[in-house]
């Protein structure tokens, strides 16, 4: 027990450092919390050993993370924003996820499963990472801002299917074929059955608990309906995150949502750190130090291809060429779900340790550069609305 202690001492003192040094940086919060994992991991001062103890509490920052997210997507808004979530979301994902898995399956030999699971994970960016930019830059409401903010819903919302298929292409039985269509078909049985489910008996047993309840127990309920949730798909043969995720769908629009948003926010907050430091933690600094070109060749591969498919979609949804430019870069990293996804992944035994961790370097350094092209993105856009102003 003490050792858990000093571990997690050691973990919160890095974060309460680093993470305001890179805020101050403007690198952003994610990449602080990644930083701090490396150095206090194997990679930088070895201060943290049970590292496998944490990451697997660590997993448990993913469903909350996706309970959050799907609280926080309305019909409503989806309805609002329909166009281009259905429109430039998916074709983004389908385009870069058939491109990055071509060249993993042609090019780096990957198998045809690992190829299906690697594409569309790397096609997905940073969630939390894209709109903490963009309000820093204070442009969640221009045209380009919503147009990032609704590719990014599309690509939450394509997690679910994502994570319900990683257990199924770790399965030797079945056939790629049988995989995918049985991921469809488990998605739906299992979200047909939470949300009749959640209609007749959760929501009156939680409206229930919001009027009359102690504050103590709203929070216990709440706990209890992600990990309830998450529980049961696990059960199903799904991933825990897609249970969370159902869960907060079932109540985005419910009148005690906010309640329930309030008191699962300090949870998510520090289980979603865990987990990005875990991360850091897992991180094997030896491939960087031994192939440094190659890595940096992959990463800027990434960003490219990613870039080059969102310009020209978002061209086409009729983006001015600034515009398109600001949201193929804006977008161009890949994201805190790849990582999610990995590690399911690498935990199911899909993914041999050397690929993890070289994807794992891929994802958080094309993160890490993504500052630089929000702050290249931002020029461009504010000096086409400076040259629109001074045209008479």
């Known amino acids: 027990m003490e050792k858990y202690l000093v571990d997690v001492i050691i973990l919160l003192a890095a974060a309460v450092v680093i993470v305001p040094l890179l805020q101050v940086a403007r690198l952003g919060t994610v990449p602080g ?9 194997p990679t930088g001062f070895r201060l943290v050993e049970n590292i496998e103890e944490i990451s697997r509490i660590a997993e448990l920052g993913v469903v909350f993370l996706l309970f959050v997210i799907g609280m926080e997507l309305k019909p409503s808004r989806f309805w609002l924003m329909r166009r281009q979530v259905l429109g430039l979301g998916l074709l983004q994902i389908g385009v870069t996820s058939v491109i990055v898995a071509a060249i993993c399956y042609g090019l780096f030999g990957m198998t045809l499963r690992l190829a299906l699971l690697v594409g569309p994970a790397l096609a997905l960016s940073s969630t939390a990472f894209v709109l903490q930019l963009l309000t820093e830059q204070g442009a969640l409401g221009t045209r380009h801002g919503r147009a990032c903010f609704a590719v990014l819903i599309a690509q939450d919302l394509a997690v679910v299917p994502l994570l ?19 991921a469809l078909l488990e998605a739906v049985v299992i979200m047909a059955i939470i949300i009749v489910g959640g209609r007749y008996l959760l929501h009156p047993v939680m409206q229930w608990i919001a009027d009359h309840a102690a504050p103590e127990l709203v929070t216990a309920s709440a706990i209890l309906l992600v990990l309830g949730t998450a529980m049961l798909t696990a059960k199903a043969g799904l991933s ?22 309030r008191e699962i926010e300090p949870f998510r907050g520090l289980l979603i750190g865990l987990f990005f430091m875990s991360m850091g933690l897992s991180l094997d600094g030896a491939q960087l130090a031994a192939r440094p070109l190659a890595v940096m060749g992959l ?9 080059a498919v969102l310009w020209p979609l978002a061209r086409f ?11 193929a870069l804006l977008l161009a990293q890949s994201g805190e779900f790849a990582l999610a996804v990995f590690a399911v992944a690498k ?46």
């Open 347 to 392: 935990g199911r035994g899909l993914l041999p340790e050397p690929l993890f961790q070289q994807l794992l370097l891929v994802t958080l350094l094309s993160m890490l550069v993504t500052p630089l092209l929000a702050k290249v993105a931002n020029r461009l856009v504010e000096t086409r609305s400076g040259s629109d102003a001074a045209t008479p």
């Open 240 to 261: 825990m995150a897609l249970g969370a995720f159902l869960a907060g769908l079932l109540i985005a629009d419910s009148s005690y949502r906010h309640g329930v948003m």
């Open 164 to 182: 319900a298929l990683v257990p199924l292409l770790a399965s030797p039985q079945l056939t790629i074929g049988q995989d995918l269509g049985i």
């Open 317 to 327: 949804f009729q983006m001015k060429t600034t515009e398109a430019f600001a949201v």
């Open 33 to 41: 919390l990644v930083i701090a994992g490396i150095l206090v991991g």
């Open 299 to 307: 990463v800027s591969g990434l960003v490219l291809i990613k870039a």
